[in-house]
């Protein structure tokens, strides 16, 4: 059973910068899709980024491309957010989720594992 734990997330200023860890146990994230989701207070989950290993093909989403930054670290079986530039809007708990296989990345019901998300708050 594939196991996601999110970390990282805390309060930052606008502006700056935060590294969001997602750290895999019981298989090697290589093996899977992984993406990044994010839900702000009243709002439904939305796509932020994700990585297709098997291509290396990445996607983000408009709101974050440019300032976001998805990668991964064998060594750690562990995937990472950098995001840069943060703004208020960006405030929101952000998930990491897994799946051997995904059609559309940017399809939260296509993933199969999710971790219990990390609080990231951008203040203005």
């Known amino acids: 059973q594939v196991q996601l734990v999110e970390s990282g997330g805390g309060l930052v200023q606008a502006g700056g910068s935060r590294r969001l860890s997602c750290t895999v146990s019981?298989?090697?994230?290589?093996?899977?899709?992984m993406g990044w989701f994010r839900q702000a207070p009243g709002k439904e989950r939305e796509f932020v980024a994700a990585v297709r290993w098997s291509s290396g093909s990445t996607d983000y989403a408009d709101s974050v491309k440019r300032r976001v930054t998805i990668y991964g670290d064998n060594d750690k079986n562990t995937v990472y957010l950098e995001m840069n530039s943060l703004k208020p809007e960006d405030t929101a708990v952000y998930y990491c989720?897994?799946?051997?296989?995904?059609?559309?990345?940017?399809?939260?019901?296509?993933?199969?594992?999710w971790g219990q998300g990390t609080q990231v708050t951008v203040s203005s």
């Open positions: 019981g298989s090697t994230f290589s093996r899977y899709v």
């Open positions: 989720a897994a799946s051997i296989s995904v059609g559309n990345l940017r399809w939260d019901h296509e993933y199969a594992y």
